[in-house]
């Protein structure tokens, strides 16, 4: 079994920070991409950041400059850094993988329970 768990949210002030962690567990080959998506109150899904497994970032034009995505394969961990937060950085936020689990030769994607970011005075 395989699983991607994230931490670190919670309720944090207009121009505080905040460092989320995903983990993944299980029976893993190997690791791709790592994501971060987010799902605002009454709004579709948003990627937010992305990471190849060379460590190559790229983001969303709304986060650029405040939001920093990094991993550290040896803890098959991805996290995302959140500097500067808006009122409209609250959403719940989902981290993502492309997996190929031991018992498998192809990758799939896998999500996280996601985790909560309040930004709010």
């Known amino acids: 079994q395989v699983q991607l768990v994230e931490s670190g949210g919670g309720l944090v002030q207009p121009g505080g920070s905040l460092r989320l962690s995903c983990a993944a567990s299980?029976?893993?080959?190997?690791?791709?991409?790592m994501a971060w998506y987010r799902r605002a109150p009454g709004k579709q899904r948003e990627l937010v950041a992305t990471?190849?497994?060379?460590?190559?970032?790229n983001y969303a034009d709304s986060v650029e400059g405040r939001f920093t995505i990094s991993r550290d394969n040896a803890k098959k961990t991805v996290y995302l850094q959140m500097n500067t937060l808006k009122p409209e950085d609250t959403a719940i936020y989902y981290c993502?993988?492309?997996?190929?689990?031991?018992?498998?030769?192809?990758?799939?994607?896998?999500w996280g329970q996601g985790t909560q970011v309040t930004v709010s005075s």
């Open positions: 993502s993988a492309e997996i190929v689990p031991s018992w498998l030769r192809l990758p799939s994607e896998y």
């Open positions: 299980g029976n893993i080959r190997s690791i791709g991409a």
């Open positions: 990471i190849t497994s060379a460590r190559v970032p």
